[in-house]
């Protein structure tokens, strides 16, 4: 049975713990975690159970009841030649004793002695899986099962060639968006090793990377903030309560990395919500979208600027120190699936949308640079290669992955390959290693593909420069948000 990666992220070499650590619970946590749950299913348990009565009226699954009425149905004879009264019974198969049948085995007394086992014990090497290398990549993806949704947490080594699952996290609800950070709301101000998982909830869940085996977040953003009171002498269904973040699914996730305390989320309450973690809450809610926010991206360099994309066909650029009067929005054919900054020239960022276009913009500019027609339905994935200048590869709904080349603003297809892996939902490139991509889909779950083994992509990219980017500081600045004119509004139609 297929189970369906909705989201993947990567997390550089050198960050994780060389032994995470484990969870230890001790009875009054374990009891604790119990409740809690208990407490947060206890409306839904109510009308699940087999054979309830409900309004007075005993209620039990009707294709038990047929199976019961057929077994009372068989005649006794008909169960006679099965001999079902001596069935445990064991047959008596002659003289032969157990002495004979183990003659010509030889029976050691550990497997240090029998020469046959090379394997002596697996212990080692279990322990050298658990051990995260200076050299691992670390792979996260969103996996949905039938009956629960998990965090898988894959360790990925370029050049052992290696590529396992380290340990999984049980996830509370579908799970839509990833994004690797390092900021610790700890007073100690140390570097973590966390991931923001965005939802079907309005509640984004933030775990340790670092610690195996955890059954809660180390912290979360938004969720319900106070109930209020019922005035007496009325009566009402459910009392009014005051939401603190989004009221609907978190769809993408963007992080600071000038501002490491900063988080912004993409929702389908047609929001995007600044979050301050270092306080546990939102600093600011922007409301220029019409219609669910499906992706959100910082700037690379820029701490200010942000860009979104939403179901209402526009991308919108914003200045966070003034955002609602400074702003600038394009439109588009289509719904806008993903977006992401040209890191390689800081004023351009790409747009997808669900017709399969491709927009490349410069935010001073109300024209694209180019437009491409680069798949036959929804382009889910739009990831530029981390230090190959001009090198994006797409995936889409069609179920192929593209490269191109668009160095000098002029597409080129390089290679395209379906990945057998039916509808694609999302791509993610390496950022150690530029050529190596991470994509899932519905089928077959989360795969790696080094994309360097094409003999065209090496023709191509091969032999270019490669751009490694230490910091913000290597790159001019140039505020892109601050030179947009106040809000404007450009149309974008294919």
Request: hydrophobic share 35%; charged share 25%.
């Amino acid at each position: 049975m297929s189970c369906p990666v909705t989201c993947a992220a990567w997390v550089r070499c050198g960050v994780a713990k060389e032994t995470p650590d484990k969870v230890q619970l001790s009875e009054e946590e374990l009891n604790r975690l119990i409740q809690e749950t208990q407490d947060g299913l206890g409306d839904g348990a109510g009308g699940s159970d087999e054979g309830q009565t409900a309004s007075g009226v005993n209620v039990t699954t009707p294709g038990r009841a047929q199976s019961s009425h057929k077994d009372e149905d068989v005649p006794d004879d008909e169960l006679d030649e099965y001999d079902l009264d001596n069935y445990d019974e064991e047959e008596c198969t002659g003289d032969l004793k157990l002495g004979d049948s183990l003659a010509a085995l030889t029976v050691y007394g550990s497997n240090d002695h029998d020469p046959y086992i090379t394997l002596k014990t697996t212990d080692q090497y279990e322990q050298e899986d658990f051990l995260i290398k200076p050299s691992d990549n670390l792979v996260l993806c969103g996996r949905v099962d039938k009956d629960y949704c998990s965090l898988e947490v894959h360790v990925y080594n370029h050049e052992e060639n290696s590529f396992y699952v380290h340990h999984d996290i049980l996830l509370p609800a579908y799970p839509l968006s990833l994004e690797w950070l390092n900021f610790d709301p700890s007073p100690d101000e140390s570097l973590g090793n966390y991931v923001a998982v965005g939802n079907m909830t309005p509640v984004i869940d933030i775990w340790d990377l670092d610690i195996v085996e955890s059954l809660e977040p180390v912290f979360s953003l938004g969720g319900k903030k106070e109930k209020k009171k019922k005035k007496k002498g009325k009566k009402s269904l459910s009392s009014e309560e005051t939401v603190e973040g989004h009221t609907d699914a978190v769809l993408d996730l963007s992080w600071n990395k000038q501002s490491r305390n900063v988080l912004a989320s993409a929702s389908a309450d047609n929001t995007v919500v600044l979050w301050d973690m270092s306080v546990g809450k939102p600093a600011a809610s922007l409301t220029l979208h019409t219609d669910k926010v499906q992706t959100v991206q910082f700037h690379p360099f820029e701490t200010q600027t942000l860009i979104s994309g939403s179901y209402d066909k526009s991308a919108v650029l914003y200045d966070c120190r003034n955002p609602q009067d400074n702003h600038r929005m394009w439109r588009f054919s289509g719904q806008v699936e993903r977006v992401t900054w040209n890191h390689f020239s800081p004023c351009n960022f790409l747009a997808s949308t669900e017709d399969g276009f491709v927009y490349c913009l410069d935010a001073r500019s109300d024209k694209p640079l180019f437009t491409l027609k680069a798949h036959d339905e929804e382009v889910s994935g739009l990831q530029l290669s981390s230090q190959i200048k001009g090198c994006l590869v797409t995936s889409s709904a069609d179920k192929f992955v593209k490269i191109w080349d668009i160095l000098g603003d002029r597409p080129s297809l390089i290679h395209s390959r379906n990945m057998k892996m039916g509808v694609l939902f999302c791509a993610a490139c390496c950022p150690d290693f530029p050529f190596v991509f991470a994509f899932g889909g519905e089928q077959d779950g989360l795969r790696v593909w080094d994309i360097s083994k094409v003999s065209a992509v090496n023709e191509v990219f091969g032999n270019r420069e490669r751009l490694v980017l230490a910091s913000a500081n290597s790159v001019a600045s140039s505020s892109t948000a601050s030179s947009s004119s106040k809000d404007s509004e450009i149309p974008m139609e294919s």
